[in-house]
């Protein structure tokens, strides 16, 4: 089985569907290419393990989910946007 595992950190709530990963399991990831115009779409499972072993791996997590793939699928020019990095927010520095 293809899994990821990542850590989610305090500040992510407004971003993340955690609540609506407990009531359905079913989610899809989508990772654009700004460059190409590519993309990258990842349906599967996941869930949310709010109490892991694991956990002390990512300082400062408080959860992890975990992704279980099941379908993987390459878009070519999936949008017409196109960007160039120009450099990290100054809010990572904190």
Request: hydrophobic letters at 45%; a negative charge; zero cysteines.
């Amino acid at each position: 089985m293809n899994r990821l595992v990542f850590p989610d950190y305090r500040g992510n709530r407004m971003f993340n569907t955690l609540g609506n990963l407990e009531l359905s399991p079913r989610a899809g990831l989508l990772f654009p290419d700004f460059t190409t115009g590519d993309a990258l779409q990842l349906s599967g499972r996941a869930a949310v393990l709010w109490d892991d072993p694991r956990l002390a791996e990512f300082p400062g997590a408080e959860r992890l989910v975990v992704f279980d793939i099941e379908k993987v699928v390459e878009l070519s020019e999936a949008t017409h946007l196109r960007f160039q990095f120009a450099g990290y927010s100054p809010a990572l520095s904190r």
